[in-house]
C-alpha cells in the first residue's frame, strides 16, 4: 500500500455529520485573555459588599470596582443546571441537565449530565489553543459513575479540562474534603489549619504557576468553584469572632439596613418595596432569647464563611497582579442560585440530609451547646431560612424557587484591558450568556460539531456590548426558568412566575405578573389587572417550554430515582488496605439490613492497632478498628447517638479472622456481635440504625481518612499489622430477623 497515497485521500474527507475535520489551533487568537470563571455556591443577591452587604468582602467588591458590576443577572434555582448552562451556553433541559445530576429521572431533560450534543466552553476553547483547568466543585456527573472504575466521560477531564483538583457532588466537609485529582481519589490527612477554600486557592495558583512555567503566551481557561459557601459553613473561629454581636438586631432590622444600602449604592431603584417576610419566617421580635443565640451565632458563622472566602480570592487576584496578568485577565465571578432555606426555621447544628429527614429536630440543649464550636470539624452547621431570606434582599423566595430570591445572582466581570467603562450593568442577561461572551471576546465561534456530534445551537446571547455601553439597551428578550415544577418567563422586562406545591396538579399552579422594570422585589402582582397579558406570558412559557425541552414536568425531586428492586441474594464486597476511598454512595447500603464486616489479619508478636475499615465521620458512620490490645466496632447514628461493642479478652498475635455481625431484630433495630476466630467477644444491643445511606462521606480500608468516625483515635490510624482483606456482606431484602444466609453474589472493590 502506498500510506502516502491512501491518508492523502482521507484530508478533507467528510463523513455522516459532512464537516470537514479540522486540527484544534497552533495558537489562540491575538492577545486572547486568560478567563477565569469563579463560582460562589448559595450566595445570595446582596450577600457581597457592593451589593449591600455589611458583611466584608473586599476583594470582590475590587472586582465591581475596577469592572462591570450587574445588577439583573440571573442564572437558574440550583447548582448543576446553572453550571451546565455556564460551561455550555445552552439552557439547561435542552442538555440533559433540568435538575440536579442525582435527580437523573430517565428522560431526555433529565439525564444528570451534560449532553454530548453541548460541547463545554472548555472543549470548544481547547481548539484555540488555550490550557484548560478546573478547580473545586464539579456536580456534573451522575452519581452511579462516581468510582474508580468510572466511567470517567461526564468527570471534568471527560468534559473538556487538562487538569482538575476537587470534589464531587453538591458538597462537601470544608475541613475534611473528600476529594480527587483528575480522575483519582485523594487521600487526605489535612494539618489543624487546613481548610478546603485555601487549599483551592493553592492549587489554582499552582496550577497557574505550572502553565506560564511551560508557556508564557498560550492562555488558560480555569473554572473554579468553590464550596462556599453551601452548607457545610466550616470557617476558622478568629474571623467568626469578628462578627460577635454583629446580629443581635435579627433578620428583619438587617434585611432593612441592606435595603438602604443598595439603593444608595444604586443596585435597586430607589423605590424598590421590601417584601413580606418568607411565609414560615417568624419576626424577629417573637423568638425566644435562647433560640436567638443560635440564629445569631449561625448567621455569624455564615458572614465569616463568606469573608473567608473573600480572603482566599483576594490572593488568587493579588497573585496574578504581582505577575502582571491580572490586566488581561478576563475574570468572571457568579452565585449558582440565591441563597437556601434548607436550614429549616432555626437552623441546624449538623445538618444532612439523614437528620432532616430521619432524625427529627435537634434539641434547644444541642444548639446551645454548640455556640463555641459552631463552624468547627465537629459541626456541619446551616442558617435559618430568615437568613437566607437576608441573603437575597430584597427578594422573594429562596433556591429551587423561580422568584427573584433564587434565580437573580451577583455577577461581577473584571477585565481592565476589555472593560471599558467600569461600574454597574443593568441588563437583564441570564447564566448561558457567559459561554457566548467569551466565544465574542476571542472573535470565534462555538463547534458546530465535537467528537463527530452534531452540537445543539448555543442558546446564550453575549453581554460583550455591555463592557463599552453601560447604559446601552437590553438586547435579551426572552428568558425561561423552571426547576421542580416552579415555572417563571421574563420578556421584555415582564414576569409570569409561578410556586408549585409538589405533587399537586401543575394545571392548579396559580400564576402571577410582575413588570420588573418598575417592580425589582416582585411586590406588586398585576395578574388580576392584566389577564390578558399574564395569559400571554403564559403561553409563551409553553412555546419556550416545548422549544427547550423543559417537558415533561417533574415535581419528583429524589422520587425521580429508580424504585431499586429488592434484593434477592447477599451482596458480597472485598477491600484491601492501601486502596482508594470508595464513594459514600458506592459503598455497600447497609440500610434497615443484616450484615457482616470480616477482617482476615495478621498480628505481628509486637501487637497492632489500627483502622480495618471506616465509612463515614463522627457526624454518621461505621468503625472497625484495634486499639490496646482490643477490638472494637463503633456504630455513629449521629453525633450523640452511638452503639459501641468492644472485645472482652485481647487479641493475640498471630492469623486472626475479626468478625462483626448485625442481625437485624425489626425495623432499624438488632443486635451487634463481636468476634474473634468465631468466639463471641462482645456484643451490642442498636437501638436505632439508618433508614437510609445518607452518610456524608465514604469508605476507607486499613485508615479512617478525614474526621475520625470515633474520638477513640485520630486520623488515619493506619493499622499497624497485615490486612489480608476485607469482606462484607449484606443480607438480601425480606429475609427474617435474627438470620444471615451465606454468601452469593461477590462485587469487587
Not at 472543549?123 to 466511567?151: C, D, F
Not at 452540537?455 to 425561561?480: C, D, E, I, R, W
Not at 433508614?691 to 478525614?706: E, Y
Amino acid at each position: 500500500m502506498n500510506y502516502d497515497t491512501h491518508f492523502a485521500g482521507t484530508i478533507g474527507r467528510t463523513y455522516k455529520d459532512s464537516t470537514p475535520w479540522t486540527p484544534p489551533a497552533a495558537a489562540a487568537p491575538h492577545n486572547a485573555p486568560d478567563v477565569i470563571f469563579i463560582v460562589l455556591d448559595d450566595v445570595g443577591f446582596s450577600d457581597l459588599g457592593c451589593y449591600g452587604s455589611e458583611i466584608t468582602t473586599p476583594n470582590m467588591d475590587r472586582l465591581a470596582r475596577d469592572g462591570a458590576q450587574y445588577t439583573n443577572f440571573h442564572v437558574t434555582s440550583m447548582c448543576s443546571p446553572t453550571r451546565a448552562c455556564m460551561l455550555t451556553g445552552r439552557n439547561a433541559h435542552s442538555i440533559g441537565m433540568g435538575a440536579i445530576a442525582e435527580w437523573s429521572g430517565g428522560y431526555p431533560s433529565y439525564r444528570g449530565n451534560i449532553s454530548k450534543r453541548a460541547a463545554t466552553l472548555a472543549e470548544n476553547l481547547r481548539e484555540h489553543a488555550y490550557s484548560t483547568l478546573a478547580v473545586g466543585k464539579w456536580h456534573l456527573t451522575p452519581m452511579q459513575e462516581i468510582s474508580a472504575a468510572g466511567p470517567f466521560t461526564q468527570w471534568p477531564l471527560g468534559r473538556g479540562f487538562d487538569h482538575w483538583y476537587g470534589f464531587q457532588g453538591a458538597m462537601t466537609d470544608q475541613w475534611n474534603p473528600e476529594l480527587f485529582r483528575d480522575n483519582h481519589p485523594v487521600d487526605l490527612t489535612p494539618s489543624p489549619d487546613y481548610h478546603l477554600t485555601c487549599d483551592l486557592v493553592d492549587e489554582s495558583i499552582a496550577m497557574v504557576r505550572d502553565h506560564r512555567v511551560a508557556s508564557d503566551t498560550r492562555p488558560y481557561f480555569m473554572y473554579l468553584a468553590f464550596g462556599a459557601c453551601h452548607f457545610p459553613h466550616h470557617v476558622p473561629a478568629d474571623i467568626v469572632a469578628k462578627y460577635k454581636g454583629r446580629y443581635a438586631k435579627g433578620w428583619d432590622a438587617v434585611r432593612e439596613e441592606r435595603l438602604a444600602r443598595q439603593k444608595a449604592l444604586g443596585v435597586v431603584p430607589p423605590d424598590t418595596t421590601l417584601p413580606e417576610r418568607n411565609p414560615g419566617v417568624r419576626p424577629w421580635a417573637e423568638i425566644d432569647d435562647q433560640d436567638k443565640q443560635f440564629l445569631e451565632r449561625s448567621q455569624e458563622v455564615y458572614a465569616a464563611f463568606l469573608e473567608h472566602t473573600d480572603q482566599e480570592i483576594g490572593r488568587l487576584i493579588d497573585y496574578l497582579d504581582r505577575e502582571g496578568r491580572l490586566a488581561n485577565t478576563l475574570i468572571v465571578l457568579i452565585s449558582d442560585n440565591g441563597a437556601s432555606p434548607e436550614g429549616g426555621p432555626l437552623g441546624s447544628v449538623s445538618l444532612n440530609m439523614r437528620k432532616a429527614i430521619y432524625h427529627g429536630p435537634e434539641t434547644a440543649e444541642q444548639r446551645q451547646a454548640s455556640l463555641d464550636t459552631l463552624g468547627g470539624a465537629n459541626t456541619y452547621p446551616h442558617y435559618a431560612a430568615g437568613w437566607a431570606q437576608v441573603s437575597n434582599t430584597p427578594l422573594k423566595w429562596y433556591k429551587m424557587n423561580s422568584y427573584g430570591g433564587g434565580v437573580r445572582a451577583p455577577l461581577l466581570m473584571h477585565w481592565p484591558k476589555g472593560i471599558d467603562a467600569p461600574g454597574l450593568r443593568k441588563q437583564f442577561h441570564h447564566v448561558i450568556d457567559l459561554f457566548p461572551t467569551v466565544l465574542d471576546v476571542l472573535g470565534v465561534e462555538p463547534l458546530a460539531v465535537h467528537q463527530g456530534i452534531e452540537q445543539v445551537p448555543v442558546q446564550g446571547t453575549s453581554l460583550k456590548y455591555t463592557f463599552a455601553m453601560p447604559n446601552a439597551p437590553t438586547v435579551k428578550v426572552t428568558q425561561h426558568f423552571e426547576l421542580n415544577g416552579d415555572r417563571a418567563i421574563w420578556h421584555r422586562g415582564w414576569k409570569a412566575v409561578t410556586l408549585h406545591q409538589q405533587g399537586t396538579d401543575f394545571d392548579e399552579d396559580r400564576w402571577e405578573l410582575y413588570n420588573l422594570d418598575n417592580d425589582f422585589s416582585e411586590c406588586h402582582d398585576l395578574a388580576a389587572r392584566q389577564p390578558e397579558k399574564l395569559q400571554e406570558m403564559i403561553d409563551l412559557w409553553w412555546s419556550e417550554a416545548r422549544a427547550f425541552d423543559v417537558c415533561p414536568l417533574d415535581d419528583r425531586k429524589w422520587g425521580r430515582l429508580p424504585t431499586e428492586a429488592p434484593r434477592t441474594v447477599t451482596q458480597v464486597y472485598r477491600y484491601h488496605a492501601g486502596q482508594g476511598r470508595i464513594d459514600r454512595l458506592s459503598a455497600p447500603d447497609l440500610s434497615d439490613r443484616s450484615y457482616s464486616i470480616t477482617a482476615e489479619v495478621n498480628i505481628p508478636p509486637r501487637g497492632a492497632e489500627g483502622v480495618l475499615v471506616a465509612f463515614g465521620t463522627a457526624l454518621a458512620g461505621y468503625t472497625l478498628y484495634l486499639k490496646n490490645e482490643h477490638v472494637v466496632h463503633e456504630y455513629v447514628f449521629s453525633e450523640n447517638e452511638k452503639y459501641v461493642a468492644t472485645s472482652a479478652v485481647a487479641i493475640q498475635p498471630g492469623r486472626r479472622v475479626i468478625r462483626y455481625e448485625f442481625s437485624r431484630r425489626g425495623p432499624n433495630r438488632g443486635v451487634g456481635r463481636l468476634s474473634i476466630d468465631g468466639a463471641i467477644v462482645g456484643t451490642v444491643s442498636v437501638e436505632r440504625t439508618w433508614p437510609h445511606r445518607a452518610v456524608q462521606t465514604g469508605l476507607t480500608c486499613g485508615r479512617d481518612s478525614g474526621l475520625p468516625v470515633s474520638a477513640e483515635y485520630e486520623s488515619p490510624f493506619t493499622f499497624t499489622g497485615e490486612i489480608h482483606k476485607v469482606t462484607m456482606e449484606v443480607a438480601p431484602d425480606g429475609q427474617p430477623d435474627s438470620t444471615f444466609p451465606g454468601r452469593a453474589a461477590e462485587i469487587e472493590q
